[in-house]
């Protein structure tokens, strides 16, 4: 044969290939097996290369071939051998139960080297062994009831899963701690109920670990695994009453300087409340003291700050009464008298008591002579209010001393008065200087870590390898230091199959993914800051869907297929179907039917499967073999083939065995099981 491949294209191309077929003799009929389907078992933790059951093929009569065996489909991951001599399927690799529960083989048997085949079908279920925990769905929880409520208040429920099954997967629960008999469980459903009513002067918290145990046997063996208790905490809290008023916790007594600006932070007013939520919420309030607006107080942060210029000469402390009032009902309140001292500022200049001194000294005195005291006030406070006292240098102010402290001005020369008459002399002005104070204002952990999302959603092929990163989260927090660094961590279930970095925030597959097992998985993620004194954090929920990966072959419901067809059957007549299932989706899933052989006689339908009769049978002892391939369409695809035996009714075959007598040895004190 000359066989053509050409392309599409806007200027085809092609190539040719000879194909040489030849055609060999070969035997008139398969080895059929002696059962159309098998059905064994095998425990999920059996141990390699253990017996799981036998196959058997009988030679056509007068057949002179040796049967072999293989495994054709159903069997990608070398599971399990089959015994190309004798049929013995054995296990190859460590089973699953919770992985597949049931595995599907498609065994050919072969004439030596004769290319017709026959196929059976078997079925080997994995039996569960308890080497699976329960798992609780959250590691904690938190409740509140009110002390009113009766016995018998339902006020959480425990939910755990096992993926074992039957026994194995049964789950029990009870409440191991002895620290409260106010509260049961039912050991079926996980539900808290009280056992009695609370009180309110009661402890407030009480902590339950709560066990969930599966109900499957002890092992025999020291190979078999355990049965694994898991426990949850629940935190159950009395619901709050308004029994306690705020307490000041700040000081009563604040200092501002006189010229502090509008808006400068006077003093941060803080009170405490023990109760719960509403009840312990606390806002601020003046009553009195500030007539005149002096001072605005937010009610929530407690912030004191001035609202215009003080000045200290005017007014030296202010008294302000304020509230602390909760938001309870009825609301409850402590008040505190603030009082805010105005320290002073040296912004006042000294002033003489007179503007003018005038006096008179006679002449030809001693040096020392009394000459006149001057006197000064000044406004401010303290050190700010001590006055120096010194004369200006001006004409003949050497000759006069001024006393610094005391105002006291006297002569240090003999005076003439017809040399000169009268002095001018000059109490000298303030001087001042300015320094410059940095404050440094330290971060409180007033911020949140903040996702740039509050849902992330992904999709990963099913054969992404382990260990691949699939996701890169962040969050940012506007602190500082250890405030604002953030790690990430996951709450929820994921199944084992994700982990993320606590540095990184990257999201990375810690096992192998199965679309067919799981085809998503919804968890969340924490970032959380590093704060020593009460951290914050925030949470996003995180989507990821599995895509389909064309890792099935298509499986035959029966094989071989055997078909009856009356020789008066007409033509275009469907005279069997064959049923595939392949568990991959969308084209990977959707399987198209051919003959692998050609022929004039029948025909396949690529979509149903139907086997339509094309031309009249030729005999009433009419019989044949066709072989049907199952292609999915994925790329490349994957395939899976059947045998379709036709006989006329004349043609049924009768069922014998291949030998009339069997024999075997079998050593004595053999293993139950053995072959």
Known sequence: LTVSARDGGGLPSATNAAVTVNILQTASAPAIFERARYTFAVPEDAPEDTPVGTVKAREPPNSLEVVSYQISSGDPHGRFSIDSQFGIIRTKKQLD????????????SQLGDSPVYSSTQVNISVIDVNDNPPVFLTKSGKVTISHTQPPGTAVYIAHAEDKDSGLNGAIKYSIKSKQSSAFSIDPSLGVVNLTRTMFADEQQEYTLHIAAEDCGSPPLTSLLMLTV?????????????????????????????????????????????????????????????????????????????????LDREIQESYSLTVMALDDGSPALSATQILTIIVVDVNDETPMFLKQ????????????????????????????????RYEILPGS????????????????????????????????????????????????????????????????VREDLEEGSA???LFASDEDDGLNGKVTYSLIDDTFGAFAINSVTGSIVTTKALDRETKSHYTFRAVASDCSTHLPRSTTASVVVHIDDVNDNDPVFLQ?????????????????????????????????????????????????????????????????????????????????????????????????????????ASVPENSAAGGY
């Open 97 to 108: 139960h919770e992985t597949q529960s049931v595995v599907v083989l498609t065994v050919q």
């Open 396 to 459: 003949g102010y050497e000759k006069f001393r001024m006393n610094s402290d005391s105002g006291e001005i006297v002569t240090t020369a003999s005076l003439d008065k017809e040399t000169q008459e009268v002095f001018s002399i000059k109490g000298s002005p303030s001087r001042s200087s300015t320094a410059q104070v940095y404050l440094t204002v330290l971060d409180e952990n007033d911020h949140s870590p903040l996702f740039a999302k509050t849902q992330y959603q992904i999709s």
């Open 356 to 387: 003018l001194y005038e006096t008179a000294v006679h002449e030809n005195q001693d040096p020392g002579e009394f000459v006149i005291k001057v006197e000064a006030m000044d406004r401010d406070a303290g050190l700010n209010s001590l006055l």
């Open 229 to 309: 208790l898991d426990s949850q905490a629940v935190k159950i809290v009395i619901l709050d009453i308004n029994d306690n008023s705020p307490s000041f916790m700040s000081s009563p007594l604040s200092y501002v300087m006189e010229d502090a600006e509008a808006g400068f932070l006077v003093h941060h007013i803080i009170a405490k409340d023990p109760d719960e939520g509403r009840n312990g919420h606390v806002t601020y309030h003046i009553l009195s003291g500030n007539e005149n607006k002096t001072f605005v107080l937010d009610k929530i942060t407690g912030l004191l700050t001035t609202a215009q210029l």
């Open 559 to 663: 094989n071989p297929i055997r078909a009856f067809v009356p020789a008066e059957t007409p033509v275009n007549e469907t005279v069997a179907t064959v049923r595939v299932e392949d568990v991959d989706l969308g084209p990977n899933g959707a399987v198209v039917f051919s003959l692998m052989v050609a022929e004039t006689v029948f025909q396949i339908d690529a979509k149903t499967g139907d086997i339509i009769l094309q031309e009249p049978l030729a005999s009433k002892d009419f019989s044949t073999q066709l072989l049907v391939m199952a292609s999915d369409q994925g790329i490349p695809p994957r395939t899976a083939t059947a045998m379709v035996i036709i006989f006329t009714e004349e043609q049924e075959e009768e069922i014998l065995f291949s030998h009339s007598a069997y024999e």
């Open 470 to 472: 699939i996701l890169d």
